[in-house]
């Protein structure tokens, strides 16, 4: 079944290169295309293929964030068309890109590392909350827009203090993984220097059980190294 799916959202990407992809890619030299375009749809459709062949969670994180900055420009010129109804619209679809964000880094977060990722995201938090604020405080702006814009800046506040909690949680469990691997190794070359000393302990004894001069060398040596040390301690005592 997933496979009849990939090969009709495969067929659909081809047919819209094929048809429509010069246009679109000409009107994509702009910063957006207008939602109030002909070829609008074309391009969110363009953006669901590639969303839906992108395997990485990262990279799906990374695609919703540039879909998200994509949704506010969109809004900001249909503001400047008093077009209400459309921007309402296409805030909302705002507000879900950042919720896949959200869902994609902590399943990345999940798999492995996103450091990088994370701090990037983090930067367009705080752009799009900017942007989002100076919306807001356009004069003239209609109570609808408002309210709209209100509620996007919630969910954008929300969506931040949840990465940034996350983000602060999966810190804190390497931090303490590393410092646990760090007393393991402690503790794993303190072993080895025992079982190193048990070795050569061994190792003596064997060689003097079968060669007994060379547990009378030893004992030499020892006598040698105790004289000078009690020579000391009684020179000391007078």
């Known amino acids: 079944m997933k496979k009849v799916a990939n090969k009709m959202l495969l067929s659909a990407l081809l047919i819209v290169f094929l048809f429509f992809g010069s246009a679109v890619y000409a009107e994509e030299q702009q910063e957006v295309v207008s939602p109030e375009s002909e070829l609008y749809k074309i391009v969110r459709l363009m953006e669901d293929i590639e969303y839906e062949y992108t395997e990485d969670y990262g990279e799906k994180a ?15 010129e249909l503001l400047t068309s008093d077009n209400e109804e459309a921007s309402e619209a296409i805030l909302k679809d705002y507000s879900k890109h950042i919720q896949e964000v959200q869902q994609n880094l902590n399943e990345a977060r999940r798999r492995g590392d996103v450091i990088g990722i994370e701090s990037l995201v983090a930067q367009k938090f705080a752009k799009r909350t900017e942007h989002l604020t100076a919306l807001l405080q356009r004069e003239g702006l209609p109570l609808q827009a408002r309210e709209g814009i209100t509620k996007a800046l919630a969910n954008q506040e929300n969506a931040r203090q949840r990465f940034t909690d996350a983000l602060l949680k999966a810190r804190e ?21 025992e079982v190193r000393e048990q070795i050569e302990e061994r190792v003596r004894e064997n060689r003097e059980q079968t060669d007994p001069k060379a547990k009378e060398t030893r004992e030499q040596v020892e006598k040698q190294i105790r004289e000078p040390r009690s020579t000391q301690n009684s020179s000391s005592s007078r």
């Open 62 to 76: 990374l695609l919703q964030d540039e879909y998200a900055d994509k949704r506010l420009l969109e809004v900001e």
């Open 173 to 193: 469990a390497r931090e303490q993984a590393n410092l646990r691997a760090g007393e393991f190794g402690e503790q794993a070359e303190r072993r080895m220097e």
